[in-house]
T-cell receptor
Framework: KAGVTQTPRYLIKTRGQQVTLSCSPI?????VSWYQQTPGQGLQFLFE???????NKGNFPGRFSGRQFSNSRSEMNVSTLELGDSALYLC????????????FGPGTRLTVL | QQQVKQSPQSLIVQKGGISIINCAYE??????FPWYQQFPGKGPALLIA?????SEKKEGRFTISFNKSAKQFSLHIMDSQPGDSATYFC????????????FGTGTKLQVIP
């Protein structure tokens, strides 16, 4: 069974640009969550999508947005990039019911110059 | 707001020794407490999880101890091995929060031969 895949693995952007990250969940998983991981703030929840609907949201500005497609694949978009957006962005998939195990992808390393 | 506090930040243990990582939470709505293990270049992976209706859960060399009244929980790794060297995160979530998980700041464990 294939794991969670994220593309691209590495990305370099400049301030003010926007970026789109992609996540393909494990087959059969309907929930996709996104997390930002930085040395200073650790792992922080961005949002969760379930059956194409945003079900949960963390405390991030509106520059961070996402969507989920009918095949459960998800994209995350960050507009007007700031230096502080440099981080590892992790995607996790699960069946989506309570207390299900989340399976994480390897992440996309975003560097903003 | 830091809702899950984790200590120590780093830990060095001799092979065969016991590694202990502690966490404390503030939100009494939390009712699911997973621990994740992360190796460099990989996403976190679920190690073991506990619900507050039990005080201890053991899986192989890994044990979670849970103290509901003190709002604390800890991970014990018995007979620590060099292959256990990784970063460990405690986490918490609540019913209705689905996949919205609040993570601790992480403990970098190094097991030396």
């Amino acid at each position: 069974k294939a794991g969670v895949t994220q593309t691209p693995r590495y990305l370099i952007k400049t301030r003010g640009q926007q970026v789109t990250l992609s996540c393909s969940p494990i087959s059969g998983h309907r929930s996709v969550s996104w997390y930002q991981q930085t040395p200073g703030q650790g792992l922080q929840f961005l949002f969760e999508y379930f059956s194409e609907t945003q079900r949960n949201k963390g405390n991030f500005p509106g520059r961070f947005s996402g969507r989920q497609f009918s095949n459960s694949r998800s994209e995350m978009n960050v507009s007007t990039l700031e230096l502080g957006d440099s981080a590892l962005y992790l995607c996790a998939s699960s069946l989506g019911t309570e207390y299900n195990e989340q399976f994480f992808g390897p992440g996309t390393r975003l560097t903003v110059l | 707001q830091q809702q899950v506090k984790q200590s120590p930040q780093s830990l060095i243990v001799q092979k065969g020794g016991i590694s202990i990582i502690n966490c404390a939470y503030e939100n009494t709505a939390f009712d699911y407490f997973p621990w994740y293990q992360q190796f460099p270049g990989k996403g976190p992976a679920l190690l073991i999880a506990i619900r507050p209706d039990v005080s201890e859960k053991k899986e192989g060399r890994f044990t979670i101890s849970f103290n509901k009244s003190a709002k604390q929980f800890s991970l014990h790794i018995m007979d620590s091995q060099p292959g256990d060297s990784a970063t460990y995160f405690c986490a918490a979530s609540y019913s209705g929060g689905y996949q919205k998980v609040t993570f601790g700041t992480g403990t970098k464990l190094q097991v030396i031969p």
